[in-house]
């Protein structure tokens, strides 16, 4: 780290280098924080968790209680041990027929204020918060709506993964139906097979994230499988993360990392969170700190912190284990005198 500060003070490295650098040293290095507790509300499991990009201050989470619980994360007391108080209960209420699975708000328009829901009904419903009722419908699953996710660099673009076994990219501007259906196979499935045309999995598929840079699209299924997709194409780019373990009926939360060299996704795996490289597959690591199957983790990116939602009813924060600037000072004076 000294040599990117060298670096960096002599013009030599572009200061993002030494930014990126550094957030994935604390990406890799991030453990469970024994300092902080997020206020136990929850009744049950803890299905969703979401942080709002502005300041990366407030995070929702919602519950098979059907409570909404919005956290304040900022450490008020400055005391190295605090709690996350729960702040208060919604302003305004949508109501649904049926289990709602999953929603999610653009983190990136300036020209709407539409909620993508996701429900036991095929349907995909947009709802307005500017008029306060459902202005959209999108239809073209055949199943209940697991998970849905709208992309961080096309405002109008949203994607949806169904239990049946599709995942479909819409324009929401658009009447005439979805942009494209993910194909696991590329077009290339032989007509032999028993699989179904323009599957994204051989099994539900409950989760999906956007890269924060929205180029590429990662899924999750019940066939615990984990794919990427180029945005753009629609292409199945083959990387192969092994069995990533899914047992999950409704939607599974994951997250990706944000400004890191490489990016990194955080996917629930039974009572732990696995860390994989988004570009490579590689398992770098499991984070153990759950008694019970984790359903949902969200990622902070200003700080490199990772929140986990479990059926044990408990929230978990994981931090950047805290490095020991001393002795690395200490060591590479050692090094110098040796080297004399």
Same mark, same amino acid.
């Given at each position: 780290?000294?040599?990117?500060?060298? #670096?960096?003070?002599?013009? !030599?490295?572009?200061?993002?280098? +030494?930014?990126?650098?550094?957030?994935?040293?604390?990406? !890799?290095?991030?453990?469970?924080?024994?300092?902080?507790?997020?206020?136990?509300?929850?009744?049950?499991?803890?299905?969703?968790?979401?942080?709002?990009?502005?300041?990366?201050?407030?995070?929702?989470?919602?519950?098979?209680?059907?409570?909404?619980?919005?956290?304040?994360?900022?450490?008020?007391?400055?005391?190295?041990?605090?709690?996350?108080?729960?702040?208060?209960?919604?302003?305004?209420?949508?109501?649904?027929?049926?289990?709602?699975?999953?929603?999610?708000?653009?983190? &990136?328009?300036?020209?709407? @204020?539409?909620?993508?829901?996701?429900?036991?009904?095929?349907? &995909?419903? !947009?709802?307005?918060?500017?008029?306060?009722?459902?202005?959209?419908? +999108?239809?073209?699953?055949?199943?209940?709506?697991?998970?849905?996710?709208?992309?961080?660099?096309?405002?109008?673009?949203?994607?949806?993964?169904? #239990?049946?076994?599709?995942?479909? +990219?819409?324009?929401?501007?658009?009447?005439?139906?979805?942009?494209?259906?993910?194909?696991?196979?590329?077009?290339?499935?032989?007509?032999?097979?028993?699989?179904?045309?323009? *599957?994204?999995?051989? $099994?539900?598929?409950?989760?999906?994230?956007?890269?924060?840079?929205?180029?590429?699209? +990662?899924?999750?299924?019940?066939?615990?499988?984990?794919?990427?997709?180029?945005?753009?194409?629609?292409?199945?780019?083959?990387?192969?993360? $092994?069995?990533?373990?899914?047992?999950?009926?409704? $939607?599974?939360?994951?997250? &990706?990392?944000?400004?890191?060299?490489?990016?990194?996704?955080?996917?629930?795996?039974?009572?732990?969170?696995?860390?994989?490289?988004?570009?490579?597959?590689?398992?770098? *690591?499991? !984070?153990?700190?759950?008694?019970?199957?984790?359903?949902? @983790?969200?990622?902070?990116?200003?700080?490199?912190?990772?929140?986990?939602?479990?059926?044990?009813?408990?929230?978990?924060?994981?931090?950047?284990?805290?490095?020991?600037?001393?002795?690395?000072?200490?060591?590479?004076? &050692?090094?110098?005198?040796?080297?004399?």
């Amino acid at each position: 780290m000294l040599g990117f500060i060298s #670096a960096r003070q002599a013009g !030599l490295d572009d200061p993002l280098r +030494l930014r990126r650098a550094e957030s994935t040293r604390r990406v !890799l290095s991030l453990e469970l924080n024994k300092d902080r507790d997020v206020e136990r509300i929850h009744g049950s499991g803890v299905n969703t968790l979401d942080i709002e990009p502005v300041e990366g201050r407030y995070m929702l989470s919602g519950g098979s209680d059907g409570v909404i619980v919005l956290y304040d994360l900022e450490n008020l007391s400055r005391k190295p041990n605090y709690t996350c108080k729960a702040l208060c209960s919604p302003a305004d209420v949508f109501q649904f027929e049926g289990t709602v699975y999953c929603h999610h708000m653009s983190p &990136v328009a300036t020209k709407h @204020c539409l909620i993508a829901v996701g429900t036991k009904s095929p349907k &995909v419903q !947009l709802c307005d918060l500017k008029s306060g009722s459902c202005s959209h419908i +999108l239809q073209g699953h055949r199943q209940e709506v697991l998970a849905v996710s709208w992309s961080p660099r096309h405002e109008y673009v949203l994607a949806t993964a169904s #239990a049946d076994s599709r995942v479909k +990219l819409w324009d929401v501007r658009r009447a005439s139906g979805c942009l494209t259906t993910l194909d696991q196979h590329n077009g290339e499935k032989s007509k032999a097979s028993s699989e179904a045309v323009n *599957t994204a999995h051989n $099994g539900r598929v409950n989760g999906l994230c956007y890269t924060s840079d929205g180029l590429h699209l +990662l899924t999750v299924g019940t066939d615990d499988r984990m794919r990427l997709w180029n945005s753009s194409t629609g292409e199945n780019t083959l990387v192969n993360y $092994g069995k990533v373990s899914n047992e999950s009926r409704k $939607g599974l939360k994951f997250s &990706v990392s944000c400004g890191c060299s490489p990016e990194f996704a955080f996917v629930p795996y039974k009572s732990t969170i696995a860390v994989y490289t988004i570009f490579s597959g590689e398992l770098i *690591t499991m !984070l153990r700190g759950h008694y019970n199957t984790v359903d949902c @983790c969200v990622f902070q990116p200003n700080f490199q912190e990772l929140y986990s939602g479990s059926k044990d009813c408990n929230i978990l924060a994981w931090i950047p284990a805290l490095r020991e600037p001393v002795l690395e000072e200490v060591s590479e004076k &050692v090094m110098n005198i040796l080297s004399v």
